[in-house]
């Protein structure tokens, strides 16, 4: 079966890291984590208190990154995933990183970023033209990048498939086998 490669780093939102990894696992795929480093990665869990005007964070799991960006050739994977949570904040500044999303996008690969995810599109460049759904506060961030936020739990533009948060897991990940399944068997 065809691999997936999962792009994050510590920090990430534990749920939107391990919801597509195991869904991905449970129909056949390969799944690799890449992270800057191979180690061993702190996630956190990110939910609303009543009375905060945003999220509060809380330590999440820890799971152990298979391959550091600078050894992920992007050509042995059929498709990309990037949670969001903060660690899109830093590993979008890593150069390596953004060669690799640039190769998904160009090729035309499947492309599945949820949260905070989508702002590493918009560093890697790929987002000019496109539509794409994020966390409401990364609005900006999309359309600075010169594509279109869209409010939506699942926003399937070509190859690209994104939602806003956790919530919009069902939605999200269905939308993205269907487009992986069409490019894969």
């Known amino acids: 079966m065809a691999k997936v490669l999962i792009v994050t780093g510590d920090a990430a939102e534990d749920l939107e890291v391990m919801y597509p990894y195991q869904r991905l696992l449970e129909e056949g795929y390969e799944v690799d984590l890449a992270a800057p480093s191979v180690k061993k990665l702190q996630f956190v ?3 609303f208190v009543d009375g905060f005007d945003t999220y509060t964070e809380k330590p999440g799991h ?9 050894d992920v050739d992007p050509e042995r994977y059929a498709a990309l995933v990037l949670p969001g949570g903060r660690a899109p904040e830093y590993i979008r500044n890593d150069r390596r990183c953004l060669e690799i999303v640039r190769h998904f996008a160009e090729s035309g690969k499947p492309i599945a ?5 989508p702002i590493v599109l918009a560093a890697a460049g790929v987002l000019k033209g496109r539509e794409s759904s994020a966390y409401p506060a990364c609005a900006p961030d999309v359309e600075q990048a010169g594509g279109t936020w869209i409010d939506s739990e699942a926003h399937v533009d070509q190859n690209l498939v994104t939602g806003r948060a956790w919530p919009d897991h069902p939605a999200w990940m269905r939308e993205f086998m269907k487009v992986l399944r069409a490019t894969t068997g």
Do not use: R
């Open 45 to 47: 869990v990110h939910d």
């Open 62 to 70: 820890t799971w152990g990154s298979d391959i550091a960006f600078s």
């Open 113 to 117: 970023a949820l949260c905070h995810g």
